[in-house]
């Protein structure tokens, strides 16, 4: 079973800068590929970012658009997400996932491990 805990989020204006972090309990966390995901309130939960359990490779929404940079550090078992010139429409709970695969994935059914989600709220 793994566990995954977010912290990082809070509140900042539009144009600011937040690193969201998830550290992941258990073993074998670089055999795990690990997404940000992020929901609006009234909205779908979306794909933010993707990295695989090597870390060599990422993948990102399109809306990211070179804004966002996804990492991780398997010998911590941590991954972050660092977020540039934020936008109010980048207001949403933030969630960390995992999946039992190497490979990351847009697809939020592919991942079986959730964090519980860190709010982040850009104002204008």
């Known amino acids: 079973q793994v566990q995954l805990v977010e912290s990082g989020g809070g509140s900042v204006q539009t144009g600011g800068s937040l690193r969201l972090s998830c550290a992941a309990s258990?073993?074998?966390?670089?055999?795990?590929?690990m997404g940000w995901f992020r929901q609006a309130p009234g909205k779908e939960r979306e794909f933010v970012a993707a990295?695989?359990?090597?870390?060599?490779?990422?993948n990102y929404a399109d809306f990211v658009n070179g804004r966002f940079s996804i990492s991780r550090e398997n010998t911590k078992n941590t991954v972050s997400v660092q977020m540039l010139n934020l936008e109010p429409e980048d207001t949403a709970v933030y969630f960390c996932?995992?999946?039992?695969?190497?490979?990351?994935?847009?697809?939020?059914?592919?991942?079986?491990?959730w964090g519980q989600g860190t709010q982040v709220t850009v104002s204008s």
């Open positions: 996932a995992g999946r039992v695969n190497s490979s990351p994935s847009s697809y939020a059914g592919d991942y079986q491990y």
């Open positions: 258990g073993r074998s966390f670089s055999n795990y590929a």
């Open positions: 990295i695989s359990g090597s870390g060599d490779l990422a």
